[in-house]
């Protein structure tokens, strides 16, 4: 008789897979402040495709037909864009707040779904967006009130706030994505498109990677890898609603990485803005008869 795997072995790979992803965040703080955030983005995509793009090619896959195309280059487009925006508020916030901040997409994904697949909103994830709205304006408020909000800063929360956008959006086409292609195959076409629209600003903003920046570079990329696999391998065998709150030890393991590598403090404000975002999307995954048509 085979033995029933351990129940609990998919949440403690999705505990592992979002503390790889945030470790990476850590790394790629680090890489953007030696060499700037277009730089360190554009070779983490490089070196991911590079991990993954071996796996794909492996199993003689044929190549994606034209529909499932269009899906991969419009999330490599929106991924580019967002991944950019991100690193580069990573350069000018706290890591945990930085963090705290981009738990503001999976409500505004809600309103893009109901816009772009005709889901129905219903009245949990009106409270829940209230929430997460309230929470973003504790921690900006928390900024300006310590006297923090300075030039960098206002910057550091507009690219995050534009990122958080289009990391909405590109929920929605991921959920796309699913229905008709495989996760590697996702995985592969998502970094290679995504370095490959960035390359097209090298020469405006391209720097010559110093040797520092590599090794962190190496282990983000590395790291990103990992991390999407702990999480699809998670997600195969556990159900979202039941997996998306651990997606919240995100800040947990942003404010340990930021303290341990920059020696970054966790104020009051954001610990209360990121209470009430978590709280927002842990309503969101609350599932009752009027949430049927709403995404895990």
């Not at 070196?47 to 037909?65: K, N």
């Not at 999976?106 to 309103?111: E, F, K, R, T």
């Not at 590109?170 to 290679?192: K, M």
Request: glycine letters at 10%.
């Amino acid at each position: 008789m085979q033995p029933r795997p351990n129940p609990l072995l998919p949440f403690a790979a999705a505990f592992a897979g979002v503390g790889f992803l945030s470790l990476m965040d850590a790394f790629m703080k680090e890489a953007a402040l030696l060499i700037g955030a277009y730089t360190a983005t554009v070779l983490r995509a490089g070196i991911g495709a590079a991990i993954i793009a071996p796996f794909w090619l492996a199993r003689g896959p044929a190549w994606p037909s034209r529909a499932v195309m269009k899906l991969h280059l419009t999330r490599g487009v929106v991924s580019a864009l967002m991944a950019l925006s991100f690193f580069f508020a990573l350069t000018r916030l706290p890591l945990a707040e930085a963090i705290a901040l981009s738990f503001v997409a999976p409500l505004l994904a809600l309103y893009l779904a109901r816009v772009l697949l005709g889901e129905t909103i219903a009245r949990n994830a009106v409270i829940a967006s209230i929430l997460g709205f309230a929470g973003t304006l504790v921690i900006v408020g928390g900024r300006i009130g310590a006297g923090g909000f300075d030039r960098d800063a206002g910057l550091g929360l507009a690219a995050m706030l534009f990122s958080a956008v289009l990391y909405a959006y590109n929920f929605i086409v991921i959920r796309r994505q699913s229905q008709v292609a495989g996760p590697v195959e996702i995985a592969t076409f998502h970094s290679g498109i995504g370095g490959a629209v960035l390359l097209t600003f090298a020469p405006f903003a391209w720097v010559t990677p110093s040797a520092p920046a590599l090794l962190p570079l190496v282990a983000a990329g590395a790291l990103t890898v990992a991390g999407s696999m702990a999480i699809a391998w998670a997600y195969a065998r556990e159900e979202a609603q039941a997996l998306v709150p651990i997606e919240y030890s995100g800040f947990v393991w942003a404010s340990a990485f930021g303290w341990l590598f920059f020696r970054e403090a966790v104020t009051l404000p954001t610990l209360a803005g990121t209470a009430l975002i978590i709280a927002g999307c842990w309503l969101v995954t609350r599932r009752d008869a009027a949430t049927q048509n709403l995404p895990a």
